[in-house]
C-alpha cells in the first residue's frame, strides 16, 4: 500500500452560505465514513484557511525565527487534506474524485515517497 496526501486550497472553495456549507459537510463525513469502512483513511482535517495560521518559522543563522503568519507572501492557503493509504494512483485518483464530486471544488493528490512515522503512543515502545 502507498500513502497519498489529497489537499485542497482554501481559494478553491467558493463562496457558499451557512445551509450550503452544512451540506457539504455532512456528505463530506459520510464519504470519511465510507473511506474509513474501507480501511484506507490515515487521517483527515478540513478546518485550514487564512486565519488558523499561528505563524511560519525560517532558518537563521542556525536558529529558527518565527514571524506571523506565512514566511512567505502567498496568495494560497491549505484548506484541508485527506491522508489515504491505497494500493495505487488510480485507487488514489478514485477517492479524490469522490471528493471532488462530493465537495465540488478541486482537489490536488500527491504520492508520498515513503511510508511516515506515526505518533507513539505513552507506554508503547
Excluded at 30 to 46: H, R
Aim: aromatic fraction near 8%; charge should be negative.
Amino acid at each position: 500500500m502507498t500513502e497519498y496526501l489529497i489537499t485542497f486550497n482554501d481559494e478553491w472553495v467558493p463562496d457558499h452560505t451557512a445551509e450550503e456549507l452544512r451540506e457539504k459537510s455532512t456528505a463530506a463525513r459520510a464519504l470519511t465514513e465510507e473511506m474509513q469502512a474501507d480501511g484506507v483513511l490515515i487521517f483527515t482535517n478540513g478546518g485550514l484557511d487564512r486565519s488558523t495560521v499561528v505563524c511560519g518559522v525560517e532558518p537563521v543563522d542556525g536558529r529558527p525565527v518565527f514571524t506571523d503568519g506565512p514566511y512567505v507572501e502567498t496568495k494560497e492557503h491549505l484548506g484541508g487534506f485527506v491522508v489515504v493509504d491505497v494500493p495505487d494512483d488510480a485507487a488514489a485518483r478514485y477517492w479524490a474524485g469522490r471528493l471532488a464530486t462530493v465537495l465540488d471544488w478541486p482537489q490536488e493528490v500527491h504520492r508520498f515517497r515513503g511510508p511516515g512515522q506515526a505518533r507513539r503512543v505513552s507506554g508503547q515502545e
